[in-house]
C-alpha cells in the first residue's frame, strides 16, 4: 500500500514540470493625459499571456483600438501624435519578477513587480511597474498603474502644455 | 505466494513510472534546446504546458505574430479629410456617432471691393447649422444661411469605407442627399414663382474619396441638383449634373492645405464654376478652416450652380468656418 501511495507521488512529480499560459484578447489598457482638457482613451482589445512558473509576459494593442470621447481628438492621436499607420502596434515585453510568490491555487491579491521594455511609436524602453495579481476560482486578473514620459515616445508641441507631460497608464486583464 | 506476485506487480509498475519521467524529462531536454537555438533568453524554463502543446518563448510568439497578423485583421482608413465640409461642399468625413457638431460658416465680399470695403470683409453672409452622428455611417444636419435665406438638411450616409488588411477597399464611398428651400422676398417685378415648393432644391451627390498617404487625400463628387422650378417661368431644365473635385495637401501635422472645383456639365446661364482654395488648421480637438472662393452661398446649390464672381476679377471672397462638437451621447464600452 505503501508503495502504491509513493507510485502517486511519483507520477504527481511529472505535472511539477507542467506549466499554464494564461492569455486574454479582450484586457483593457486606458490612459490619462489631461492636461487642460481631458485626453482619455481606453482600449478593450488587449492581447496578452503570461506564463505562470517564469513570469514571463507580453502585453500588445493596435493603437486604432483606442477609444476617445472625442472623435476628432482620437483621429489627431492617430494622425499627428501616434503615426498609427507607420507603427500600428504598441507592445510590451517583460517579466514579473517575483511570479514565484503566487499561488495560482489559491484565492487572493499578490502584489507583483513587472518589468521590460515598453515599445510605443516605434520606441522601445525599459520600465517597471508595480502591480497586483488577483485568482479568484481560478481567474487571473492583473491590473497595474503606471506613469511614462510622453516626450520619451513621442514628439509634439502641444506635450506639456494642453497634453500632461505623463500618461497614467491602466492595466485591467482578465486571463484564462 | 501472495506476498510474491504482490511484489512484482509493484515493481512493474514503479519500472512503468520511471520510464514515464524518464520520457518526460528527455522530452523536457530536447524542448529545452530548440527553445534555446530560438531565442537567448536564460530564465525561460521550457517543458510542457497543460494543453500538451510545447509552450514556446512568448516574446519570439509576439514577434512572430507581429510579422504575420498585419493581414488577419482589418484596418480602416481615417482622416481621409480633417472635417465633414472640405470648403464649400461635402467632404467624406461623417461625424461620429452621437456627436453634435456646431457649424458656424462665414463668407466675406469680394477683394476686388478694396480698400473702402476694406477688400470685402464689411459685407459678410453666414451659415449656422448643427449636424449630428445617428450611427458612425449616418449623419443628418440642418442649416440656415443668411444669403437668399435659405434653410437646408441633409444627410449622408458613407457605404464603402477605404481598409487594407484583412478586406482591402481601395476607396471610400459616401451619398449625400440635401434640400434646399430659399425664402428670400420675391422679386415683385419678376413675376415668376408662384408657390414655396417652387423654390425647392435637391442635390444628390455621390462622394468617392482615397486617401493615397498620410499626406495627400483626393474625392471625386458627382453630383445632380435638381431644381423643382428653374426661373424664370420654367423655360430651363430641371436637372443640373456637375462633377467636383476635391483634394487635401498636408503641409505640416497642424495644417492642410485644401481644393475644392466644381465644373458644371448641364450649366445654367450666367453662372460660372465655382473654386475655392482653403487652409485647415488643428488644434486639440478643433478644426479651423480659412478659404477664399468665388462662391457666396453656403449650400450645394448655391455653389455649385449659382456661383457669379469670378477669379479673374478678384471677385474672391475670404471666408471661414469654425466648429464646436459636443458629445452628447458616450459610447458604451469606454468604461469610465
Redesign the interface.
Known amino acids: 500500500m505503501k ?2 501511495i509513493a ?1 502517486i507521488f ?2 504527481a ?2 505535472s511539477v ?5 494564461y492569455s486574454t484578447k479582450t484586457g ?1 489598457i ?1 490612459f490619462d493625459a489631461s492636461a487642460t ?1 481631458d ?2 482613451a ?1 482600449n ?1 482589445q488587449v492581447d496578452s ?3 505562470d ?6 502585453f ?1 494593442l ?1 493603437i ?1 483600438s483606442f ?1 476617445f ?8 492621436f ?3 501624435y501616434m ?1 498609427s ?2 507603427f ?2 504598441a ?1 510590451f ?1 517583460g ?1 514579473i519578477s517575483n511570479v514565484a510568490s503566487v499561488n495560482f491555487a489559491k484565492n487572493g491579491t499578490y502584489p507583483v513587480n513587472a518589468d521590460g521594455t515598453l515599445t510605443i511609436h516605434g520606441v522601445a524602453k525599459k520600465v517597471a511597474a508595480p502591480g497586483t495579481i488577483t485568482v479568484n476560482n481560478g481567474k487571473v486578473t492583473i491590473k497595474t498603474l503606471f506613469k511614462i514620459k510622453l516626450k520619451d515616445f513621442i514628439t ?1 508641441s ?1 506635450i506639456g502644455s ?2 500632461a507631460e505623463e500618461a497614467a497608464i491602466t492595466v485591467n486583464c482578465e486571463y484564462q | 505466494m501472495f506476498n510474491h506476485k504482490k511484489n512484482i506487480i ?1 515493481t512493474i ?2 519500472f512503468a ?2 520510464l ?2 524518464i520520457s ?1 524529462k528527455a522530452q ?1 531536454k530536447k524542448g529545452k534546446k530548440e527553445s534555446e537555438k530560438k531565442s537567448i ?1 536564460s ?3 521550457t ?5 500538451g502543446k510545447p ?1 514556446g ?3 519570439a ?2 514577434d512572430q ?2 510579422a504575420s497578423n ?1 493581414k488577419s ?1 482589418t ?2 482608413t ?2 481621409t479629410f ?2 465633414t465640409r472640405l470648403i464649400n461642399g461635402h467632404s467624406i468625413e461623417n ?2 456617432k452621437g ?1 453634435l457638431d456646431v457649424k458656424i460658416s462665414h463668407r466675406f465680399g469680394t477683394l476686388n471691393e478694396g480698400a473702402y470695403a476694406i477688400w470685402g470683409l464689411d459685407a459678410a453672409t453666414m451659415r449656422m447649422g448643427v449636424d449630428y452622428g445617428v450611427t458612425d455611417r449616418l449623419m443628418v444636419g440642418i442649416g440656415r444661411s443668411e444669403y437668399q435665406k435659405t434653410y437646408d438638411g441633409f444627410f449622408k450616409y458613407r457605404i464603402l469605407r477605404q481598409s487594407t488588411g484583412k478586406v482591402n477597399m481601395p476607396i471610400s464611398v459616401s451619398y449625400v442627399a440635401s434640400m434646399h428651400w430659399k425664402t428670400i422676398h420675391f422679386d415683385a417685378t419678376q413675376n415668376d414663382i408662384v408657390h414655396y415648393t417652387d423654390r425647392l432644391t435637391y442635390a444628390h451627390q455621390l462622394i468617392i474619396a482615397r486617401k493615397m498617404s ?1 499626406y495627400f487625400s483626393l474625392q471625386v463628387v458627382p453630383t445632380l441638383v435638381h431644381y423643382n422650378n428653374s426661373a424664370p417661368l420654367n423655360k430651363y431644365p430641371n436637372d443640373y449634373y456637375s462633377i467636383g473635385i476635391g483634394a487635401r495637401q498636408r503641409i505640416t ?2 495644417l492642410n492645405l485644401t481644393a475644392e472645383y466644381f465644373p458644371r456639365i448641364t450649366k445654367l446661364d450666367g453662372y460660372v464654376n465655382s473654386f475655392s482654395l482653403g487652409v485647415d488648421i ?1 488644434t ?4 479651423f478652416q480659412f478659404n477664399f472662393s468665388n462662391s457666396t452661398g453656403i449650400n450645394e446649390r448655391a455653389v455649385i450652380n449659382e456661383t457669379l464672381d469670378t477669379w479673374e476679377d478678384g471677385g474672391i471672397h475670404f471666408g471661414f468656418n469654425i466648429a464646436r ?1 459636443f ?1 452628447i451621447k ?2 458604451k ?4
Open positions: 508503495i502504491f507510485s511519483m507520477l512529480s511529472i514540470f507542467a506549466q499554464k499560459t483593457q486606458s482638457v485626453i482619455k481606453v478593450n499571456k503570461f506564463i512558473n517564469t513570469g514571463q509576459m507580453i500588445s493596435l486604432k477609444k470621447a472625442n472623435g476628432l481628438m482620437e483621429d489627431h492617430n494622425e499627428d503615426e499607420t507607420k500600428p502596434k507592445d515585453k517579466y509634439g502641444y494642453q497634453i | 509493484f509498475l514503479i513510472i520511471s514515464m519521467q518526460a523536457n533568453i530564465k525561460q524554463i517543458s510542457v504546458d497543460t494543453t509552450s518563448d512568448l516574446f510568439e509576439l505574430q507581429n498585419k485583421e484596418d480602416i481615417t482622416a480633417k472635417t461625424v461620429a456627436v498620410d501635422k497642424r488643428e486639440g480637438g478643433h478644426v462638437v458629445t458616450k459610447a464600452k469606454l468604461g469610465w
